[in-house]
């Protein structure tokens, strides 16, 4: 199943279960730091205070076929798009990557993000290490081209759905693992001007600001990044209802390490008991969309990119409902 449609699907089953986030569950191990978060010296704050004039590079998915970088950089100019999904995939051929990477400088285009989305932790046999390949094979075409990152999340030991949830993704072993895998990532390319970074999952690592921070501190690498989607970190009725102060926090202590971000938007069901999440197109939820493009303006220049609607139609409006709160609180998108 595609990240898009797994996400779209599995998006409503996670609800309140994290009452001590941050803290392990089961399984303890020595790379694990109980309370890391509020240690000296490990939130990343923002370097730049927001003051009310700001710009935000948007992108999403391109509908519209292209052949070469002049054609690719004509659509992005049509759509007001001043951020871009890597235009090409692993394997492609250096020149043609160069070619790309030479306009995206030429007309002020940040390719955002190489997304290399697999399952590191499966226990599907030859699955993880062909995951891993993928991930350094991601992480090379980052660096080559000049993305901001190369972007995954950390892994499942669902055997079914490849980022689903499963008992094991939130213990100390599994923590162990995801920090190997990355380092081994990270190592086998050496980047110098991209990063490596997780995307939160709410029932795998990391799930909160405090386990990105203990992820940080334990991965020890320069290029180790974050890759802030604040939607998957709403994973209860209390986050949902005060989800301004929750992003404040994410980029109060993870700001400096922030190097793209996922736009969505999140509901909660009001019809059952059970609380259910869903993802939604920006403006049709409930994300405080004032706080995060406030907030992710007072970094430097990092992207915010659109993902998991099904049409153009659907990815120009929420554009429109972006640019719309961007204009109120004085933020150029």
């Given amino acids: 199943m595609k990240r898009r449609a797994f996400l779209k699907t599995s998006a409503a089953t996670a ?4 009452a001590a986030r941050g803290v392990l569950l089961a399984g303890s191990s020595e790379t694990w730091v109980r309370g ?10 923002r370097k730049e205070p927001f003051r009310g004039t700001a710009a935000i590079r948007l992108g999403g998915p391109l509908f519209t076929p292209y052949d070469d970088p002049s054609e690719w950089i004509r659509v ?8 871009a999904y890597c235009p090409v995939e692993p394997g492609t051929d250096e020149s043609t990557v160069r070619d790309y990477a030479i306009a995206a400088a030429k007309h002020d285009v940040a390719i955002a993000e190489v997304g290399a989305w697999s399952n590191p932790l499966s226990p599907v046999p030859g699955e993880a290490e062909a995951a891993v390949e993928k991930c350094i094979s991601g992480l ?3 660096e080559l081209i000049g993305a901001r990152c190369c972007v995954n999340i950390s892994g499942s ?3 079914k759905y490849w980022a689903g949830p499963h008992e094991d993704n939130l213990t100390g072993e599994t923590f162990d693992q995801v920090v190997e895998v990355t380092r081994k990532i990270i190592d086998a390319v050496q980047p110098s001007r991209t990063f490596f970074a997780l995307e939160a999952m709410p ?3 990391p799930d909160s600001t405090e386990t990105y921070l203990q992820l940080l501190k334990a991965i020890d690498r320069k290029h180790f990044g974050v890759h802030l989607d604040p939607v998957n970190m709403i994973t209860s009725p209390r986050d949902y209802f005060n989800n301004g102060v929750l992003i404040r926090e994410m980029f109060t202590k993870l700001g400096s390490h922030i190097r793209s971000c996922h736009a969505k ?21 409930k994300l405080d969309y004032s706080v995060f493009l406030e907030e992710l303006a007072g ?12 049409t153009a139609g659907e990815y120009r409006l929420a554009a429109s409902h972006i640019r719309t709160i961007g204009r109120s609180v004085g933020v150029s998108i």
Avoid at 38 to 45: E, M
Avoid at 267 to 281: A, F, H, S
Avoid at 299 to 310: F, G, I, R, S, T
């Fill in 76 to 83: 992005l100019k049509e759509l007001g798009y001043r951020a």
């Fill in 265 to 285: 938007d999140i509901t909660l069901r009001e019809d059952n008991y059970i609380p259910q999440l869903e993802e939604v197109r920006p403006g049709m939820g």
């Fill in 15 to 18: 609800v309140a279960g994290y």
């Fill in 299 to 310: 970094l430097k220049d990092v992207p915010l990119m659109m993902e998991h609607l099904e």
């Fill in 140 to 142: 090379q075409l980052a």
């Fill in 36 to 45: 890391i978060a509020n240690s000296p010296g490990t939130s990343a704050t």
């Fill in 157 to 159: 030991k669902n055997e």
């Fill in 203 to 205: 029932w795998s690592f």
